[in-house]
């Protein structure tokens, strides 16, 4: 088992978010985790991550075996998780090149590998640049400095593809983006698929999972996992409405 | 040559009186009125207090407290300037002029004079070979009635540099002024220079002072631009000197009709480093343009103030000073925008962003906007914060550590102001300085923009660990 989550139990100053989340997720596949708007989907990624701003009360989050939640968010990212931001950050000045170059290497060093050649790392960039079909020279432009909603989506997918993670956590990918640009990250994504890595996509809609296919579908309710089943659960749930999920709760 | 404390404003009033014949042995007329008048303020002002206005945040009583050497005339004998820059890396292009503690290397040598009619040399030439265009320029911008300083330097400088750059022309490659400290002893330097740029030419100046040893050098130096009409200049001022120089300099820039000025203080280290500018925008039209940029540590300081005087209708004024302080540095910033009655039209802006490192870094930061026009746009930021913790997390989420994320943004916030140079080479050489001062990796020996990487090698930013 990849990801395994153990009764987490998490918030922020001293507000509770989190009230018990169980998930395992094995290699190879694809979670799609769907709820209404503050039930602590965007949460559940930040802390998998390693965001500090969450405090974990409870439970445990292991990967690979280990329980990562003493490590610091960059020990995670080389262990090999990524997380997909919902609302990337703009870093004026620092070149996406650089930011790549030093975040590949970092997490070489950390595995014992040298660092890539300059010629190889700028193979690796134009390579992964055409997954998600970005066309601009990246090279002096910084990190999603006047990008699009689009552009920046896109530029999630590809730095998730420069890093190769194991895990990544893409957390409404599918925000903010039209059906084409949809669909190009959609193919991005699914390029990246394979039987040794694993993707948990996080969303409030059916639509991105008419391109990115999930094994599993799960839905995040007022800090639990409320609801488990197969890909039909998303069309149930487009169908029914989250009023649905919530009656079903308050019904218990 | 005296050799005593700077804290006793009789004691320089004596001292002028004593050595009046050798300080002004090269005077016209004009400089000796000059003198006097500035003795006159000094005994008015007195040297700068906590309790001034300007000089609050400041306080440089213990520079002043250290005795020094200050010498009235050229005193360096057998000293080989060509010595001292023999690891000079000479792939900046420039007119390379240099003093030495103070005075120009070559003093005996004549006012160049380039084809195009540009003269360059040392100011005490200037007085003899080209006394009116001194006459013309000299004391007429810089104001010694409320600024000690620039009243001390009035009183006893004697030599500096003098520029000349006539109407029409562009001066083809960029002047350098370097005044590099080397001596064994604690100096009190005070050099003038003279720079004047005719209608519709252009000059790039790049102006650095360095030292070359760890004694406590003092630098007051003073620097009068004139800009003619729709001339433009750009002026590029460096400093990096050790940890116990002081550096005072005042840029008193004039600018008539349509002229446009840029002009950079970028810090690197230094003890006390205070830059003043005075832009006076004299003429309609007028633009300019005051970046700064201070990286310090320890204890050190930097001190930058900036007025800008919109004297004129349809004037425009940028100004953008960042900082980044660590450990118990501090920094101020003092920016002051005054729109003169009539001055319609204005548009003026001002911004000072700061990050303090730690607790006990501090910045004061004083806007000051003082408008007498009712058609104008001005506006004034301030802030001082830590690095952006959502920017953090982004960086380290992918696999960089806590100590080169931090780099990365500092880096960042400073590339705002570098990437504004418009010299290529000197903008690479300014970014590699930045990258080696943030990475702690600066010496004093990294000469300015001397010796830095080459422009056909060009930096590729990759941390050393090995180094954090």
Known sequence: ?252 | MTNAPLNDVSQFISWFDENLKTIGRNDMPRWRELRKQAIKALETTGLPKPTDERWRNTDIAKQLSIPYEQHYEDFQIGLDVEKIFACEVPDLDTFLITMVNGWYAYRNSALRILPSGTIIGSLSRALRDAPELVEAHLGRYAKIEDNPFAALNTAFASDGIFIFVPDNTVVSKPIQMVNVVDHPENLFMQTRNLVIVGRNSHLELVHCDDSHNHTAGFTNSLTEVYIGENAGVDYYKMQNVNDHSTVLHSAWFNLERDARLNSFAISLNGGLIRNESFVTLNGTGADANICGLFLMDKKQQTDNLVFVDHAAPNCTSSELFKGILDDYARGVFNGHILVRPGAQQTVAYQSNRNILLTDKARVNTQPFLEIYADDVKCSHGATVGQLDSEAMFYLRSRGIGEENARMLLMYAFAAEVVGKIKIEILRDRIDDLVKKRLRGELSICDQCVLHCSKPDQPVVFEIDMSKI
């Open chain 1, 1 to 252: 088992m990849l990801l395994q989550i153990k009764d987490l139990h998490a918030g922020i100053n001293g507000k509770e978010i989190l009230r018990g989340v169980n998930l395992e997720v094995n290699a190879g596949e694809v979670h799609a985790i769907m709820g209404p708007n503050g039930t602590g989907k965007s949460t559940l990624a930040s802390v998998i991550a390693g965001r500090e701003l969450f405090d974990v009360t409870q439970g445990d989050v292991i990967f690979k075996g280990h329980s990562i939640l003493e490590m610091p968010v960059e020990q995670r990212a080389r262990e090999g998780i990524f997380l997909g931001f919902q609302y990337p950050v703009e870093i004026p000045g620092v070149s996406i090149t650089n930011f790549m170059r030093t975040a590949l290497n970092e997490i070489r060093k950390y595995r014992g590998l040298e660092p890539l050649s300059g010629a190889a790392f700028l193979a690796r960039m134009e390579e992964k640049k055409k997954l998600v079909e970005i066309q601009t020279k990246l090279t002096n432009r910084s990190v999603n400095e006047g990008f699009s909603g689009g552009e920046k989506k896109k530029n999630e997918i590809f730095q998730m593809a420069m890093l190769e993670p194991t895990l990544s956590i893409l957390d409404e990918t599918d925000s903010g983006l039209d059906i084409d640009a949809l669909r190009i990250v959609a193919n991005g994504v699914n390029a990246l698929r394979s039987e040794d890595n694993s993707i948990v996509v996080i969303t409030h809609y059916q639509r991105l999972l008419e391109y990115i296919v999930p094994d599993i579908v799960h839905v995040l309710y007022e800090g639990r996992i409320v609801k488990t089943g197969g890909k039909e659960l998303a069309l149930e749930l487009e169908e029914k409405g989250y009023e649905w999920i919530k009656k079903e709760m308050e019904g218990r």
